[in-house]
């Protein structure tokens, strides 16, 4: 057994950076002369969405929704439940879901069918990491990061049983069980 749960980099901290840079930028320039509505997926987006908005230049607001579909597992359940709601109304509003990971795509196909209920203007997403090989639901990301492998991440936000979200990177939690 390791005694290092930390396994391979798979996102340096200085490639982060200058990813959420550039889309930083994307996002501004496609939403020029409007007014954009953030909302952070937590806990895990945290750190994504507030490095992102410091290089967005239009108007935009944040609020969060807190969901559940994995507890302490590696695998999502596939059951959603909205632990933290919004606290902004979205209706006519331009919004932005900014989540950390799409993995199976259960959570955001969710989050996506609640929120087109409320009608915003529009409902865009932007993910730090996709893993499109576990994908269980096609869905419209609008906004990419990275693309990375079947593996567990961990760093940048992403955790394992409330743990290693402060690394600075994205890494593989090298033994998950």
Do not use: W
């Given at each position: ?34 007014d954009?509505?953030?909302v ?14 410091r ?12 969901v559940?579909s ?15 709601d919004l ?8 919004v932005?879901?900014v ?15 609640t ?9 865009e ?12 639901v ?27 979200r ?12």
């Amino acid at each position: 057994m390791n005694d290092d749960p930390i396994g391979e980099i798979l996102v340096e901290s200085d490639e982060l950076s200058a990813r959420v840079r550039q889309l930083g930028h994307e996002i501004s320039r496609d939403y020029t002369g409007r007014d954009l509505l953030l909302v952070g997926v937590l806990k895990g987006a945290v750190f994504f969405l507030s490095d992102l908005m410091r290089h967005i230049e239009v108007p935009c607001e944040v609020d969060f929704m807190a969901v559940a579909s994995y507890g302490s597992s590696t695998d999502s359940s596939g059951v959603v439940r909205i632990l933290k709601d919004l606290d902004i109304p979205i209706e006519g509003r331009e919004v932005l879901i900014v989540e950390d990971i799409v993995d199976s795509g259960l959570t955001l196909s969710y989050l996506l069918r609640t929120l087109r209920a409320r009608n915003p203007k529009s409902l865009e997403v932007c993910a730090l990491l996709t893993k499109p090989e576990r994908r269980k639901v096609e869905l419209p990301i609008r906004y990419v990061g990275f693309e990375i492998p079947n593996q567990f991440a961990i760093g940048y936000g992403l955790d394992h049983a409330e743990r290693f979200r402060n690394l600075p990177y994205v890494a593989v939690l090298a033994d998950p069980s």
